[in-house]
């Protein structure tokens, strides 16, 4: 199985290779820049474990895991 | 803004797009200065702001939007967008360009809606902002080559410095009467085929579709699924329709996702443009916000700040706004009162309906804006510093369990002190039917007005009692009661969110901008814009129920009641000036009998009297007595005057106490000639109110309402608080003939508690008070609210869902408490 954004720990850095699930989430998600081959960082958890913060493109974001969970990335 | 002396061609109209947090509102506030209108679309919970400016000679409409990431509208709030570059909103002029508002801080994901906007081809101007927080991160935006990219002009703007603002209006000016030219991306070639192919069908379809369609619509209906346009289409062009955009899908996507084809594209040539125009010196380091926020969402630091300030908000709401409410009520029940007394004294209809209807109406309205404005004021501050995206961050985990979003925590927080500004609070939650969840499950938080029916019942029915040996009883019933609607709430919110307002997925997707110092002029505006849009759309409203609940509690006047107690006070005032004639006759026989003039007690008392008087006299003109300017001398001489006199008195009244008890008489009957003419006034009050519109409703529904152990007067005062549930009490005191209390009244605690039924045994017990306390915690009682709703979902649809759904609701839990409770003897 290929690993996720759900999977990185903080601070560890990702390139997305697919961004799968719901066809609407999928869009929102190509939308704010997490596609293939962009580099992505998880910055921090939430307290509660969710949901989880990432770099991505300059900015940050938020993504519950749920959402994290689809988008499939590999490590360095 | 029509203006005799500008033709046409000196009007325009530009709108401003860009995603949110790039202020863009800051810009279109700096644009346009105070004046602007909102205006709002049927069926769509965002708005649009509308204001002008000028320059040299041309009068320009700005048009500001919400900020969006996307032009992909899956939701009629997400096609506001593209419905107002097309010039399809009412009340919104068609633009005849655009102000794209850039973040040069993060440009490749502005750049994304960038691209899109510009494939409308309409005059455009790139407004880019946040230039210095760019600089500070060592991005460096070289605006000649994005402009050049691009193909429009671009401009850095800073509006806290003002810099950039003049140049953007003139380049505005500029770009408008050059025709716009649509930006072309390199799409795979199926996919763009797949476009105009789409565009064909749909140019076919314009007549049955009562529009004129676009080649950037047509790619929106190509590569999203669902939403509003495909519905249009769909009923203009039928299942042929679906099968050719299904045959175009298939065409396009060349096997993978058309979105994944349309972000590659976009991304793609986006990435290009970064490398010619944009420059990073410095390898990205911990910045300010990174730092700040390691505090700021830190599992106990991040949590113990958030505890700080949401008490701090919820605080404010709830205990400060309470003095400026109280002020609010004290000055318009004076000015009430005041405006009442200039008019005629016979004119009881209109005296009442200016005091109670009109003045208290608006009252009533303007009471809530300490909530709203402070509520607002932390939203402000909180949104301008960032910390809004943090808060829901911390709470999202929480609240993603009742099927919403971290961002549902503050507008259901403030709504434990007041639904009205909980719900206008709403509108910080993005996603549209998460707001409407939460709009909807504003009303159950216990708010504060729902307090005084608490107290009043528990104080009451429930016993001072203690239980585990230090919990009060009575406080334990007050705590449950505000458990009653957030339990009500979840499944609720499970059923909304899993049924009516079901969307596939609701991605929570939110970006954490960069911390912000707030800017005072932007809070102001946020005050001004919330406070007046209550005011102005909630306020009618609230007015107009407030006259209505007026006539229904007047009319129909009866003329019997005011005349039978009339005569009641008649002779309570003919018996009083009876008594008062008989008392000064036996005072004036008993004053000058021989007894009183041969006791040498009479004489010392004059005697003592006209001492005291003298010294009085001295005190008023000190100059020409013995005591000179000597205070203290004279100060002892009048105490020992009054001492003097007094102890005469006495004396005089221990021995002709049968003489001078007629003037205790009279004294008596002051007394109760104004307390009996009080009680007429209260069984008066309470004889119309009966006979009122609302008591004969009271009455009618008596039947419903026993079964919750509630006799006509419960059911009409509950009847009577559907305006506003505070009103309950009142209407008891009234409806008791206690004329005014409040709800640490004693004396309508022991009405309520001494009712009797037709048999004798007590009306109302524990089981009735725990029945309406849990009424009113279920019911939603408060037109404020409902018009408020109304307002920020601009339809009536959801308040009157609300208010069925809660009175039902209500209904159904008294009655089960009641049932439960009496037959577990309560």
Known sequence: MAATLAQLKPGQSARVTDVRGDPVLQQRILEMGILPGTDIRLVRVAPLG???????????ISLRKSEAECVCVETA | ?????????????????????????????????????????????????????????????????????????????????????????????????????????????????????????????????????????????????????????????????????????????????????????????????AVDGLYGVLCDLSVDLGFKPTRPEAMRLLVDLGGPLHDEVRQAGGQAFDTKLAEFRARAADGRGLALVEANARYGQIAAWMREARQVSAPEGRTLTDRVDAVLTHKVWGSLVFVVVMGLVFQSIYAWAEPLMNAIEGAFGWLGGTVAGWLPEDAAMLRSLVEDGVIGGVGGVLVFLPQILFLFLFIAILEDLGYMSRAAFLMDRIMARF????????????????????????????????????????????????????????????????????????????????WVGVLAAIPTALVLKKGILRSRVTPFLMEMPSYKLPRPRNIARVLYERGGSFVKRAGTIILAVSIIVWAALWFPRSDDITRAHEQRREAARAGHAATLAAAAEAWRQGMTGPELEADPAVAAALADMRELEATDKAARDRDETEFGHDETALAEAQRAGRAAYESSLLELRRRHRGALSPAMQMLAAEQELEEGLAAIDNDEAAAHAENSWLGRAGHVIEPAVRPLGWDWRIGMAAIASFPAREVIVGTLGTIFSLGDVDEQDEGLRGALRNARDRDGSPLFTLATGLSVMVFFALCCQCAATLAVMRRETNSWKWPAASFFYMTTLAYLGALMTYQVAHALGG
């Open chain 2, 1 to 193: 803004m029509t203006s005799a002396r500008h033709n046409r061609a000196d009007r325009h109209a530009v709108v401003l797009v860009g995603n949110p947090n790039v202020g863009k509102s800051s810009l279109f506030s700096a644009l346009t200065g105070a004046r602007q209108k909102i205006a709002n679309f049927p069926g769509v919970t965002v708005e649009a702001k509308l204001g002008t400016t000028r320059f040299e000679n041309t009068e320009l409409s700005v048009i500001d939007l919400p900020g969006t990431y996307s032009l992909a509208a899956r939701s009629p709030d997400e096609r506001v967008a593209i419905d107002a570059l097309l010039g399809r909103l009412e009340e919104v002029p068609a633009p005849d360009g655009v102000v794209l508002v850039l973040d040069a801080s993060s440009l490749d994901r502005n750049l994304y809606l960038g691209t899109q906007v510009l494939e409308f081809g309409l005059p455009a101007v790139v407004a880019l902002t946040m230039v210095d927080v760019a600089l500070s991160r060592g991005i460096r935006v070289d605006t000649a080559r994005l402009s050049q990219a691009l193909g429009v002009p671009v401009v850095e703007v800073n509006v806290p410095q003002g810099r950039g603002v003049e140049e953007l209006k003139s380049t505005i000016h500029r770009v408008l009467h050059h025709p716009g030219k649509a930006l072309e991306l390199p799409f795979p070639a199926e996919f763009r085929q």
């Open chain 1, 50 to 60: 969710d949901p989880m913060e990432f770099a991505v493109l300059g900015y940050n």
């Open chain 2, 403 to 482: 099927g919403l979003s971290g961002r549902s925590f503050i507008p259901l927080l403030s709504s434990f002190a007041c639904a009205i500004p909980g719900v206008m609070g709403t509108r910080v939650i993005e996603d549209r039917n998460t707001r409407l969840t939460t709009v909807f499950l504003a009303p159950f938080m216990s708010c504060s007005a729902r307090l005084p029916v608490y107290t009043l019942m528990i104080g009451a029915f429930v016993p001072k009692q203690t239980v585990l040996g230090f919990l009060g009883l009575q406080g334990l019933v007050l705590f449950a009661m505000y």
